[in-house]
């Protein structure tokens, strides 16, 4: 088996908070433990256009409560052709590099894992991303911090809607997974999460809200998350306003303040704890494989698994929305 002596570390896809955490941990352990490390910029692009970086442990001072990306990120089309792999391939051969850390979500751990079984490259994933969207583990780094953006911003919302009576539509991200909405609708006591996971009819949707007008509610929160599935926020709230022109609708979708901000103390944590996690598992000999969190213990999950589509959400969650808002 190859013996690693370098190894690259990249962000890919959406920055999330806690991914400059991760890359100071991966840093500093693959020092400690004597390996170099040479940061690559802007994802698998930099790994394309060779834009490569030596780093010491100072490269990564004073970083782990800044959010975004050190190292930048970028959504690489050129990678997902076997051409542009290629010309990765040969760049990681110039600059020595022998294994991969790749902090990113699905789609930079699906290119992770075609690209370690076509070159045979060791690389092992972190899940960064707001998403929470990775199976096999509990939570992924950033989403505690955009869970809480949102519940800050859906707080001061509140506000505007007590004050005004108003039923406001609230889209929040999450691209195909209902975790921000389902768990910010319970954070900041809303009336409903429409989720793509579970189908919620309008008539269904439009009963709530009546029951809790007529509960001498005034006011209501409905948390939607960005998906073809939900017609997100705006889709929704035209529909609703069509039946009830007796409620006064206002729409907001929150966009991409979610994914940035501090990262709070569990995202840090959770950061810090898989970045050394990922030195370790090039240490063991893992190979291709994500770090996971599962009851607070880390794991090691295949790629294929960690990326495998329709992470379970729990649905009685949608229950406890309910319950909890008459
Ligand atoms: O995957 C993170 C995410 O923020 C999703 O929630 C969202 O759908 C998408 O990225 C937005 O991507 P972009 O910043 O490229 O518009």
Redesign the pocket.
Known sequence: MLEIKCIGILTS??D?PGMNAAIRAVTRTAIYNGFTVKAIMRGYKGLITGEIVPYVTQNVSNIIQQGGTILKTA?SKEFTTAEGRQVAYETMQREGIDALVVIG?D?SLTGAKIFASEFNIPIVGLPG???N?LNGTDTTIGYDTALNTIMDAVDKIKDTASSHDRLFFIEV???NAGF?AINGAIATGAEAAIIPEIATEVDQLSELIESGFRKSKNSSIVLVA?SEITGGAMGLAERVKKEYPQYDVRVTILG?I??GGSPTASDRILASRMGEAAIDALLDGQRNVMIGVQNDELVYIPFNKAIKKGKPINRDLLNTVKILST
Do not use: F
């Open positions: 896809g959406g999330a959504r979500g789609g991303t707001i998403d969207d991200m999450g691209r921000l960005e991409h979610q994914r």
